[in-house]
């Protein structure tokens, strides 16, 4: 991705710093799905057996507990670590010494038998565990000091043990997004209490499920055009195979991500990034029902808590549906 833009979006540079980074963004996402699909096209044309793999929003199990605790059909970044193409960070996520994690993967699934390629070596990790990435979560999914261990193949990789995934349902999904410290936000307006506990996190997700929040900062141009896409014979056609996730992409605003898009590669320019985050400010809405950036120097003045929309009755009883799905998720 580009990462000028993602410091644009990172400093709230302006009110259209977000749709910039999402029209970006999601750009990406159809290059990969672009380029594999047409190393998949070159390889059934060798006569081998050959399926391209959508980068994101492409997920098993669409009903409740499917959506809000998702399973990719292919997880991509444990393949690009076992196959060298990147490192974990203490997040998770992947990334490259010098560049960082702002990049996205491609994949597709073949029966050539291709030559393996081995994992990055450990001391070629980009990650030097400054853990700014746990910062970077307003509502702080990822522990600073337990990690997990993940087996592939004969190589045992570790990073941040998730203190509850629901956490970046509700900040990612752009639910909540003040940080804990209440001194900066991301690009949503919507606020609720940091959770403090796994009960507190489910309760927080089921009462803000009811609502969706309205991202566009006022007089922001409106983000990702999905029509330019639709031109696309490649993209057009996994569309049409995929109704429900092209549905997604057209809803989706982005907000957060900042996990992701914090990380350089290099301390002091990932210090740099999380700076601008801290020093950006806070988007709120306001009485007159307009979204807003507010700068630190303003944050004081503001009302900083969201003006929920009004509930409707189907809202209500999704939100009970997710609350009761997701504590039998968790007790069973």
């Not at 990612?172 to 959770?195: N, V």
């Not at 993209?235 to 809803?251: A, G, Y």
């Not at 003006?307 to 009761?324: M, S, V």
């Amino acid at each position: 991705m580009d990462r000028q833009i993602i410091r644009r979006y990172l400093s709230k540079a302006n009110v259209n710093a977000r749709s910039d980074h999402e029209i970006d963004n999601f750009g990406t996402i159809i290059k990969c799905y672009k380029l594999a699909s047409k190393i998949a096209k070159f390889l059934r044309s060798k006569g081998f057996d050959a399926k391209e793999i959508f980068t994101n929003f492409n997920y098993r199990n669409f009903d409740i507990k499917g959506i809000l605790i998702p399973f990719p059909d292919i997880s991509l970044k444990y393949l690009a670590a076992s196959s060298g193409v990147g490192s974990f960070g203490w997040s998770g996520v992947i990334g490259l010494k010098n560049f960082g994690t702002a990049f996205l993967l491609g994949g597709l699934t073949t029966s050539a038998e291709l030559q393996p390629t081995k994992p990055i070596p450990d001391e070629e990790n980009f990650c030097d565990k400054c853990k700014i990435c746990v910062n970077v979560c307003a509502f702080r999914m990822f522990d600073k000091n337990e990690e997990i261990q993940v087996n592939l193949g004969d190589k045992t990789f570790s990073y941040s043990k998730r203190n509850d995934v629901l956490r970046c349902e509700i900040v990612c999904g752009g639910y909540s997004g003040l940080d804990k410290t209440k001194e900066w936000s991301t690009w949503s307006p919507a606020r609720y209490e940091f959770p403090k506990n796994e009960k507190e996190t489910i309760n927080t997700l089921s009462k803000a499920f009811r609502f969706k929040p309205n991202f566009l900062v006022d007089g922001e141009d409106g983000g990702f055009k999905t029509k330019t896409y639709l031109k696309d014979p490649d993209v057009n056609q996994f569309m049409i195979e995929n109704p429900k996730v092209w549905r997604l992409i057209k809803s989706l605003k982005l907000s957060c991500g900042n996990c992701q898009l914090v990380c350089r590669g290099n301390h002091k320019e990932t210090l740099e990034n999380y700076n601008m985050l801290k020093n950006s400010g806070v988007v709120v809405r306001q009485k007159n029902g307009k979204t807003k950036i507010l700068r630190p120097d303003k944050i004081h003045k503001a009302d900083n808590l969201h003006i929920p929309q009004k509930k409707t009755f189907k809202e209500i009883i999704a939100g009970i549906l997710i609350k009761r799905a997701l504590t039998q998720k968790k007790n069973s």
